[in-house]
Antibody
Framework: QVQLQESGPGLVKPSETLSLTCTVS????????WSWIRQPPGKGLEWIGY???????NYNPSLKSRVTISLDTSNNHFSLRLSSVTAADTAVYYC????????????WGQGTLVTVSS | QTVVTQEPSFSVSPGGTVTLTCGLS?????????PSWYQQTPGQAPRTLIY???TRSSGVPDRFSGSILGNKAALTITGAQADDESDYYC??????????FGGGTKLTVL
């Protein structure tokens, strides 16, 4: 059973960079798409972007200028960096897997709350 | 900007049938958008219910079904149970690889 686990600071200061890692266990990173999704408190889900195991990426146009998703195949994890954060970036951040040609998310991490505050 | 539309809230009686829909601010939803549906209860990660319009994810009861109804994707729950009370999100894949979540439907079973 594939498991995904998000990790990273729970508190980030405004204007700084949010950094999270998603560790994939009991499965390989190869041949899949890996996404980040977030959910502000009391609100809906928002797709941030994905990275394919080959390294190609695609980002939500509304966040594209501030987002970088990267992959570390040797350590079986992928990461999110979101720059110049504001309070509006406060959310639960989820990582998720998309199977090849699947066009859906089949496994999700449990989520991690990141609060942007001074 | 493309918006994926869902009913903000819906109510169903226990044992009843409810159909939630997923539309586009402009245009029609078809299977080419690979509609998928996710169930989320408070404090939990989303759970995958339906993908590629009508394929149930592993372990999902067959009282959950997906389809295209008219110009929208639809999730139908037949024989609603108390623990179906959740938020339901649809997701559409745009041709350029962009993924868009609907705003979610809060389903009440009472």
């Amino acid at each position: 059973q594939v498991q995904l686990q998000e990790s990273g600071p729970g508190l980030v200061k405004p204007s700084e960079t949010l950094s999270l890692t998603c560790t994939v266990s009991s499965g390989s990173i190869s041949s899949y798409y890996w996404s980040w999704i977030r959910q502000p408190p009391g609100k809906g889900l928002e797709w941030i972007g994905y990275i394919y195991y080959s390294g190609s990426t695609n980002y939500n146009p509304s966040l594209k200028s501030r987002v970088t998703i990267s992959l570390d195949t040797s350590n079986n994890h992928f990461s999110l960096r979101l720059s110049s954060v504001t309070a509006a970036d406060t959310a639960v951040y989820y990582c998720a897997r998309e199977p090849p040609r699947g066009r859906y998310f089949d496994y999700w991490g449990q989520g991690t709350l990141v609060t942007v505050s001074s | 900007q493309t918006v994926v539309t869902q009913e903000p809230s819906f109510s169903v009686s226990p044992g009843g049938t409810v159909t939630l829909t997923c539309g586009l601010s402009s245009g029609s939803v078809s299977s080419t958008y690979y509609p998928s549906w996710y169930q989320q209860t408070p404090g939990q990660a989303p759970r995958t219910l339906i993908y590629s319009t009508d394929t149930r994810s592993s372990g999902v009861p067959d009282r959950f079904s997906g389809s295209i109804l008219g110009n929208k994707a639809a999730l139908t729950i037949t024989g609603a149970q108390a623990d179906d009370e959740s938020d339901y999100y649809c997701v559409l894949y745009m041709g350029n690889g962009i993924v868009i979540f609907g705003g979610g439907t809060k389903l009440t079973v009472l």
